[in-house]
């Protein structure tokens, strides 16, 4: 049987990312951040605090690129390297005040782009596609946690829709 991209879960999951990052890009575009420099902020908002190699690995890049990538958004007034009290030689990483409002603006982007890739999508339908996507993850996260009740509740429902 011939290879059918339409009926591939991997191939339209892909896509999918795909396209909504490329929406994205074009809204943020004016924010003057890359796609990696707001990545670094949106980790680095959960994360603050954190050195460079934990968010290196969060991001699953290698520790010298975020170096790069970093000092590129220091010298632009993003972020801010300060000394770890435990560790001399260590740095933490830090937001600026320069962030908050572009912030605010990434998450208003990203709500734009999921409700226009949602578009005439029922809301019992959303939730039915967000929880198959948290039960897969789930399937395939290394710290995949004991099933829990609303992961049950989740499948249920998707087998009756």
Same mark, same amino acid.
């Given at each position: 049987?011939?290879?059918?991209?339409?009926?591939?879960?991997?191939?339209?999951?892909?896509?999918? $990312?795909?396209?909504?990052?490329?929406?994205?890009?074009?809204?943020?575009? $004016?924010?003057?951040?890359?796609?990696?420099?707001?990545?670094?902020?949106?980790?680095?908002? /959960?994360?603050?605090?954190? %050195?460079?190699?934990?968010? *290196?690995?969060?991001?699953?890049?290698? %520790?010298? +690129?975020?170096?790069?990538?970093?000092?590129?958004?220091?010298?632009?007034?993003?972020?801010?390297?300060?000394?770890?009290?435990?560790?001399?030689?260590?740095?933490?990483?830090?937001? +600026? =005040?320069?962030? $908050?409002?572009?912030? =605010?603006?990434?998450?208003?982007? *990203?709500?734009? +782009? /999921?409700?226009? $890739?949602?578009?005439?999508?029922?809301? *019992?339908?959303? =939730?039915?596609?967000?929880? *198959?996507?948290?039960?897969?993850?789930?399937?395939?996260?290394?710290?995949?946690?004991?099933? /829990?009740?609303?992961?049950?509740?989740?499948? /249920?429902?998707?087998?009756?829709?």
């Amino acid at each position: 049987m011939p290879f059918d991209s339409e009926q591939s879960f991997g191939f339209l999951l892909h896509d999918i $990312a795909r396209l909504m990052r490329k929406k994205f890009d074009q809204r943020a575009k $004016a924010l003057g951040l890359s796609r990696s420099q707001w990545q670094v902020l949106v980790h680095l908002s /959960r994360h603050e605090g954190i %050195n460079q190699s934990g968010l *290196a690995e969060i991001l699953e890049i290698e %520790n010298i +690129t975020l170096g790069r990538l970093i000092d590129r958004m220091e010298e632009a007034g993003w972020v801010e390297r300060r000394p770890d009290p435990r560790d001399r030689r260590a740095r933490l990483l830090f937001m +600026t =005040e320069k962030v $908050a409002p572009v912030m =605010e603006r990434m998450f208003s982007i *990203a709500e734009e +782009t /999921r409700n226009d $890739a949602l578009a005439g999508l029922p809301p *019992a339908q959303r =939730e039915m596609l967000l929880d *198959a996507l948290r039960f897969v993850r789930s399937n395939l996260s290394e710290r995949s946690a004991p099933p /829990r009740a609303e992961d049950d509740e989740a499948v /249920r429902r998707h087998a009756e829709g």
